[in-house]
Every structure is written in structure tokens, then in C-alpha cells.
């Protein structure tokens, strides 16, 4: 069976890490999160999480040598490397793209999906977020959990996210702009983009990006 290697870019709480949960489900490969990875480093007190602490809550890029050297030694584990991954979060600037295409040569990404969502509607997503400390699920204030805050998956406590701030959301949709936001024109110029609309219900946005993926895998 041929692997499915899946990057969705977005902007901040476009629905990346909701989405990819979705697909790497469908696809039955692994989900490759930077940011959940950084979280459970920090959490871990190592000495990535470390490093990267202080950018993290700033709402700034934790430097490329950090982000680039933790995700080559992900792709490299059995289930990635066989199976494909659902990837968020990297790249973020072409210089990243660039390592990418590098630790995956000669296997390149079957697809890269931009998830087009306005800035208005993601900073209201970010606002109302909640998150389960635990196992990572997403809520909001719209939509909690059944009981008293804690997740309905594991029962851990559910929190406002620490760079889920007005200030730091601003700041790293900024950097979205200026960073990130160039990758689209560089994944279109080398025919690897589609772009899918965020908006509408998390169900009706699967099925789009679905659709999408499925067109393009069958080009394969
Ligand atoms: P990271 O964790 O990747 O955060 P982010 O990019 O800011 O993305 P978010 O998690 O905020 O948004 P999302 O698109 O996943 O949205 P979600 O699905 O949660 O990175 C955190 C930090 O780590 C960075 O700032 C940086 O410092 C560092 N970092 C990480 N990667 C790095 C890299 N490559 N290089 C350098 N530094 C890096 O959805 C948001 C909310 O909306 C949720 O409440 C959800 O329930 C809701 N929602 C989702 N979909 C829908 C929908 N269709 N309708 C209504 N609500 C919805």
C-alpha cells in the first residue's frame, strides 16, 4: 500500500489540529503535530521544551535548527516513514519547506492543503478555545465538555490555552502573514496546493478536504 503524506497549512485556529485529528483517523496514519510536540516537551520540562518556552508564549517561531532537527527525527520512526503522516504546524516558512522536501526525498508530500478561514472568524475561535491539559482534545466555550470542565475523553482539566491571549494571538497571526502565508505561492508554483474552505461546520469541512485529497491521491 502506498503511504499518505498530508501537510495542512492555516492560519491560528483555522482548524489544523481539529481537522488532522479527523484525517490521520481516515487515512490510518499518525498525526504530526509541532505544536502538541512542543506542549508535551514543555510540559516534560526537557531541554527542546526549554528552548522553546519563551517563543511559545511570545506567540514568535521557535528557530528553525530546533523545529527542523525535532521533525526529522519523527519522520524517521516506523509509523511515519511506512504509513505517511497527517502534518500541522511545519512547515511555517520556506526555509522549513525547503528541510521538508529534504528529509523526505525521494518521497515527496502527496499534498499540501491550505485551510482558508477569514481572520475575523479564527480569532473568535481562538477566544472561546478550551483545551484538555491531558489528551489535547479541543473545546470551547460554545461547546464544552458534559461535566464541570473536565475532558469528556480522559477527564483531565480543560483550560484556556496560555498563548490563547489577545495580545499573543495577534502576534502570531502576524507572523502568519509575514512567514507562513508566502508558502502558498511556493507549494502552487511546484503544482502541490489546494486550497479548501474552513468555514462551516468541522463535518462539512472533512468532507471538503476529503474530496480534495481524494482527487488528488488518485492522480497518484
Ligand atoms: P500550534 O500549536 O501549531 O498553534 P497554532 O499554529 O497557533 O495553531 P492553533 O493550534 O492555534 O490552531 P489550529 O488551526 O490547530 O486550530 P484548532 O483545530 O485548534 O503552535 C503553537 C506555538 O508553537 C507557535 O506559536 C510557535 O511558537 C511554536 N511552533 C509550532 N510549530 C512551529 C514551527 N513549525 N516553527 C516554529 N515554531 C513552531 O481550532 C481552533 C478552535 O476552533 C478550537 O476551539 C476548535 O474547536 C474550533 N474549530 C475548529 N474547526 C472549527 C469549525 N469548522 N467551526 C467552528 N469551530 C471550529
Known amino acids: 500500500m502506498l503511504a499518505t503524506r498530508l501537510v495542512i497549512l492555516g492560519k491560528q485556529g483555522a482548524g489544523k489540529g481539529t481537522q488532522a485529528i479527523r484525517l490521520s483517523q481516515h487515512f490510518r496514519v499518525p ?14 520540562d526537557s531541554e527542546i521544551g526549554r528552548r522553546a518556552k519563551k517563543y511559545m ?4 517561531l521557535v528557530p528553525d535548527e530546533v523545529v527542523n532537527e525535532m521533525v526529522r527525527e519523527r519522520l524517521v520512526e516506523l509509523d511515519a516513514s511506512e504509513h505517511g503522516f497527517v502534518m500541522e504546524g511545519f512547515p511555517r516558512n520556506v526555509a522549513q519547506a525547503d528541510a521538508l522536501d529534504d528529509m523526505l526525498s525521494p518521497h515527496p508530500v502527496d499534498l499540501v492543503i491550505e485551510l482558508d478561514v477569514p481572520t ?18 479541543n473545546y470551547s466555550v460554545d461547546a464544552p465538555p458534559k461535566k464541570n470542565w473536565t475532558c469528556d475523553a480522559c477527564g483531565g482539566d480543560v483550560v484556556q490555552r496560555e498563548d490563547d491571549t489577545e495580545a499573543v494571538i495577534s502576534r502570531r497571526l502576524d507572523q502568519y502573514d509575514k512567514q507562513t502565508a508566502p508558502l502558498v505561492a511556493w507549494y502552487l508554483a511546484t503544482d502541490r496546493l489546494a ?15 476529503l474530496r480534495a485529497i481524494e482527487s488528488r491521491l488518485a492522480r497518484r
Do not use: N
Not at 31 to 44: A, C, L, P, Q
Not at 57 to 60: L, R, T
Not at 120 to 137: I, K, Y
Not at 195 to 209: S, Y
Open 31 to 44: 498525526r504530526i503535530s509541532t505544536g502538541d510536540m512542543f506542549r508535551m516537551f514543555v510540559k516534560g
Open 57 to 60: 508564549e511570545s506567540g514568535d
Open 120 to 137: 475575523g472568524v479564527v480569532m473568535r475561535r481562538l477566544a472561546s478555545r478550551r483545551v484538555c491539559t491531558v489528551c489535547g482534545l
Open 195 to 209: 486550497a479548501v474552505d474552513g468555514e462551516g461546520d468541522p463535518d462539512t469541512v472533512t468532507r471538503r478536504l
